[in-house]
């Protein structure tokens, strides 16, 4: 006799996943090379983070459920900071749209 699982009991088993796009809030463009780290809330150290490739897009995988928080960082852009809650054997599609950096120079007499 074969035992087999149930499908939502395999679900429970395999680890979440996150997913999506880095792109410029003006233009659309993807950025590339954007750092994705996931930290555990309350945390300090990133448990995973990976960096977006050629057309912005990034993927995290084996990730317990939980909620995290993603901080995503890219040159010349504003650091992007969020919760996201995972399910286990699902994948979540988190698209992140960055604004670039005001810099202002004051004058110097």
Do not use: C, W
């Amino acid at each position: 006799m074969q035992l087999t699982l149930a499908p939502v009991f395999k679900r429970l088993l395999l680890p979440a996943s996150l997913s999506g796009t880095v792109t410029d809030a003006q233009t659309g463009s993807p950025i590339a090379g954007t750092l994705v780290q996931v930290f555990v809330i309350g945390m300090t150290v990133p448990i995973k983070s990976t960096l977006t490739d050629d057309n912005g897009q990034y993927r995290i995988t084996d990730l317990p459920s939980a909620t995290y928080t993603i901080i995503v960082f890219a040159r010349n852009f504003t650091t992007q900071s969020l919760n996201v809650t995972l399910m286990n054997g699902k994948e979540r599609k988190v698209d992140i749209q960055h604004n670039l950096l005001q810099i202002s120079v004051a004058n110097i007499s």
